[in-house]
């Protein structure tokens, strides 16, 4: 599953499988807010001064990519079933092949290394056109993720981005809730959720699925406004 945002187009879209899925403009080429100094997080939302409760994954996960571009619709077909451990504004990946330990590592040379929380559970298995990398994550719906701290490197300073995850949806986990005007949303990758709007504590960014397992993402520009889009 894909999203990206373009802020030259002021459009969101969405991906299942390479596919196309759903096209959105936010309606006013709006600014991510890339100064947000919170959490950075797979699995899970987490940030401070907030009384909203973190949500959580349930599922396998596996190959995760934040990117500081738009990735074109030709190249989210071409890449969608490959692992890419570096390119052209690649922020982040992180490939889950250690199958033990409690490190997430990144191929970015110098990027944010990921640490695994509250024990989720290596598992072998999950690209099946690539039988050398045979692991993944499972994350059991209540209280693991991994966690990458504030990361100021997985910001999205362009104002653009792609997030882009390997999912196998086992369960219905945990929403929470990006802000006033957001959705609610089981995450797969994000970067904050709803809080009170001060200045760097917005939403950079949030892709996860609902409650009837459509993809849905949001972000906050830096006034607060939220400008979310859900799949079809």
Known sequence: VAATYNTTTDEWKLYINGVLNTTLAAGGNFTPQSASNVNACIGSTLNTGTSIRPGFFNGRMDEVRIWNIVRTDAEILANYNSQLISGTGLAGRWGLNEGSGTSAANSVAGGALGTLARNPLWVTGFNQTD???????????????????AAPGLNTA??????????????????????????????????????????????????????????????????GANHPVTGT
């Open 158 to 223: 362009s104002g653009t981005f792609t997030v882009e995850a390997w999912i196998k949806i086992e369960g219905n986990g945990i929403a929470t809730s990006t802000g006033t005007g957001g959705i609610s949303g089981i995450p797969i990758v994000a970067k904050g959720r709803s809080e009170s709007d001060a200045a760097g504590r917005n939403v950079n960014y949030f892709l996860g699925i609902n409650a009837s397992n459509i993809l849905v993402a949001d972000f906050e520009e830096s006034g």
């Open 131 to 149: 039988p050398t990398t045979n692991s993944s994550l499972d994350f059991n719906g209540t209280e693991d993720y991994i966690t990458f701290g």
